[in-house]
């Protein structure tokens, strides 16, 4: 079996912006991020927790579900971020957030931005 040639590898980032309201709500980002980086492009993913998207990378937030999911996703190298002024506003800290869950100031991300080849929003 040969794959097609024209599945190249894309600089993705995915942008969280909800809030989280059901205990699905983090499964369905990991299950995402799951698709896009272990499909035949192999895409680079970084998942960026931003407004009201930041209560999903919350430690809370992880259970038997999202578990294996987010095992997964870091072993093939997704990134996570936090935006650092969503959490600042939400009186949230980075002890608060789940194992591999960096924070990310507002300059840093526009860089992060710069190199991205596609964004994504959620």
């Given at each position: 079996m040969s794959y097609p040639?024209?599945?190249?590898s894309k600089d993705v980032l995915l942008f969280v912006?909800?809030?989280?309201f059901s205990k699905d709500s983090?499964?369905?980002?990991?299950?995402m991020a799951c698709g896009l980086v272990g499909g035949l492009s192999e895409h680079k993913l970084e998942i960026v927790f931003i407004g009201d998207g930041v209560t999903e990378c919350l430690a809370a937030c992880l259970?038997?579900?999202?578990?294996?999911?987010?095992v997964y996703?870091?072993?093939?190298?997704?990134?996570?971020w936090a935006d650092k002024?969503?959490?600042?506003?939400?009186?949230l800290s980075q002890e608060q957030l789940f194992e591999g869950c960096a924070v990310i100031p507002l300059e840093d991300l526009a860089e992060l931005m710069k190199k991205s080849d596609i964004h994504l929003r959620l």
């Open positions: 040639t024209d599945c190249y912006n909800r809030a989280n983090l499964l369905e980002v990991l299950t259970n038997k579900e999202t578990e294996p999911y987010m996703a870091k072993s093939l190298g997704v990134a996570f002024y969503s959490l600042d506003i939400r009186g």
